[in-house]
């Protein structure tokens, strides 16, 4: 196969500047390699970028092409790249983007050796919102003596940090909306719905343990008063403002850069022993890319949007895949169980069980 596609943009814009162009395998320079794509996650930062929202800290060059996590096979490898061969699995990321494609030409550091346990759609939609979410829980030094209240903790980095926090000992509260309390307790978090009240129901849930750090994923203005109020020291609290710049770091981390690197060995180790388990809520073949993006900017996804570039077509493909999302039909599924209106062998039962993407 010598040829294949990319997704571009020629301006700032939505989702109508987002184009599918045709792509000529690229040739890989010194200390380069070339990657066919399997996998590659989705970032809200990466949709901001694109609708012009970051120019005060990023320039973008068009055309511009988009993505920048990446799980892959290697395809060709150019002078001096000795520690990898061709059809080694790998993953990483695209320092200068472009990995939403069928090849993508990266430094040799850009990438790491894929573990043979860590599925394909979970490598390819790690590096961005793992390495922040590491960062951002590193930072705090959190431990046993800590009770830690995470905001969007079911999001694509709030899920993270759910599990790094519990995972260094400390109990850990999520503030999410109610259709999200289920996952949160099976990760081992303690779920407070958003909302009047809410410092309330942190404190009730919190049982006597004072609330000791609080980081900040949603962007609400009222999340600074509501740390200073549940006692929280100034510096534990984690703004989604500083959460934004070390994602911004990261998105444009040069392959160079060894913290990179050592973080997403760090993560590709932590959900190969299961400490860490990324939640893949929707996974679309590269075709439906805007379909993706469209599900992302809904904020109402859990865990990671994933593209597949090669997926495999069984022709079982029902038409909820485009009209309605795996998770929200699943919700649909189990309201209308309880309530007792849905029919045995209806089509939302059927679909129900038979989703191929979870949370």
Known sequence: MRTGSAVQYERYGDFD????VPQERPTPGPGEVVVEVISAGLNHIERFLREGKLQ????????????????????????????????????????DGGSHATWVVVPR????????????EVAGGLYLAGCTAVDVVRKLRLGPGDTVVISAAAGGVGHIQCQLARDAGATVIGLGSPRNHDYLRQIGILPVAYGDGEE??????????????FIDNHGDDSAHELALRL?????????SEARRDAELRFLRAPASDPEAKELILFLAKAVEDRRVQILISGFYPFEYIVDAY?????MHSRGKVVVGMQPVETGARQDWYRSEKARDLRDRYAE???DGTLESGSPASRGAEGAVSTG
Request: zero cysteines; glycine letters at 10%; a negative charge.
């Open 109 to 120: 550091e850009a990438v790491v050796m894929k573990p043979t346990h860590v599925g394909w």
């Open 294 to 298: 469209e599900d992302l900017a809904e």
């Open 231 to 239: 006692g929280v020291d100034e510096k534990r609290f984690v703004s």
């Open 336 to 338: 209308e169980k309880a």
């Open 17 to 20: 500047v987002v184009e599918v």
């Open 56 to 95: 005060d800290h990023i320039q973008v060059e068009f055309p511009a092409r988009q993505g920048v996590d990446l799980a892959g096979i290697v395809r060709a490898r150019g002078a001096g790249v000795k520690d990898l061969r061709v059809g080694d699995e790998v993953m990483g990321h695209a320092p």
């Open 200 to 213: 309330a129901r942190i404190t009730e849930i919190a049982d006597g343990r004072p609330v000791t750090a």
